[in-house]
């Protein structure tokens, strides 16, 4: 049996036992006015992070979504978008398209402001998306892509990519390994489909991403996931999992290269008010600026004494250099 076959295997059996926690996720939903989520939709919550962000899901976006799982974040998109079809949720495990459709159905009865014809729920892959090119303003994946194979992980990521419109934006919540997983744990194919022992570097996840062609990358989020143990998986040393919250955009990459958003900003400390480096960056004396992690580090190299570079906070909204 595959590894897929293994996910869809699994992914069957939680789709009609919820597993409560399965994904350990530390976070309750996205609070909003007049949003209830049904208990049965949170009990198969089975995220490590969130993609909904509402910065992203201004004038009504078209929403694909891959992998429903239990509906709660296709329900949460819902409610920015607000009209028939205007989320699509793909999955290829037909007793996880039931468990949300059913989940849905009962979020309807608890929402005034939600119908079910909100969300399409279509049957259909990651490496092959029942979606024309370039008709989509966001797809999102939660706790999905990181189960792939990276062969397969780049068939994924080249799809999303191919269905969005230009100025589109794929938002992903993946865990990912603070060093490279052990063969031995990267070979059990349910560990692969509890989404531990799949995950890619930062390093490595962030260039699948450069690769297929996204031009500006953002980071959320990015916290402890989980902690695999010596004793139970075989290790010398522990290893630790995080979460990683990103938003990639799929704008032109830059002749110098993708802008990679983490956090970081810049402060100039000279003798002048601003500063100007004629590229399209000003400062202003003393204001921290964001910037991406390569003009973070051209200025580091160019201008030592006059501009600090802050370490990445993992959390960016915006605003930045680029």
């Known amino acids: 049996m595959s590894y897929l076959e293994t996910t869809a295997q699994f992914y069957s059996e939680v789709a009609q036992t919820p597993e409560v ?5 530390q976070s309750s939903p996205l609070q909003l006015p007049e949003l ?23 004038n009504q976006p078209t929403v694909l979504y891959v992998g429903v799982g239990g509906g709660l974040e296709a329900l949460q998109f819902a409610y920015f978008s607000r009209h028939p079809g205007g989320v699509i949720a793909v999955d290829p495990v037909s007793a996880m398209r039931d468990a949300a459709t059913r989940n849905l159905e009962l979020a309807a009865r608890e929402n005034p402001w939600f119908d079910p014809s909100f969300v399409e729920i279509r049957d259909g892959d990651a490496f092959s998306l029942p979606i024309p090119d370039a ?13 792939f194979e990276p062969a397969d992980l780049t068939k994924a990521l080249q799809e999303a990519y191919r269905v969005l419109k230009p100025g589109g934006r794929l938002l992903m919540s993946d865990p990912i390994a603070t060093r490279p997983i052990p063969s031995h744990l990267r070979q059990d ?5 509890m989404c531990l022992s799949g995950a890619l570097t930062y390093e490595e996840y962030i ?5 297929v062609g996204f031009g500006q990358v953002e980071i959320r989020a990015r916290r402890p996931y989980r902690l695999l143990d010596c004793q139970n998986y ?3 040393e522990p290893l630790l ?4 919250d990103s938003v990639s955009f799929k704008v032109p990459i830059p002749e110098d290269g993708s802008c990679i958003f983490t956090g970081k900003t810049a402060i100039y400390m000279g003798q002048e008010p601003i500063f100007d480096d004629s590229a399209g960056h000003v400062l202003q004396l003393g204001v ?8 973070a580090e051209k200025l580091a190299a160019s201008h030592p004494q006059d501009i600090l570079i802050t370490t990445s906070t993992w959390h960016y909204t915006g605003g930045g250099c680029c």
């Not at 049904?38 to 201004?58: D, F, I, K, S």
């Open 21 to 25: 926690g399965l994904c350990c996720v």
């Open 36 to 58: 209830r989520i049904p208990c049965r939709m949170q009990e198969m919550n089975y995220g490590c992070g969130t993609t909904v962000h509402p910065a992203e899901l201004a």
């Open 135 to 147: 008709t989509v303003d966001i797809v999102a994946q939660n706790c999905l892509f990181n189960i």
């Open 189 to 193: 194919e349910r560990l692969r489909a």
């Open 207 to 211: 260039q699948h991403l450069v690769e």
């Open 234 to 236: 075989s290790l010398a």
């Open 241 to 244: 999992l995080e979460s990683l």
């Open 288 to 295: 921290p600026a964001a910037v991406c992690d390569k003009t």
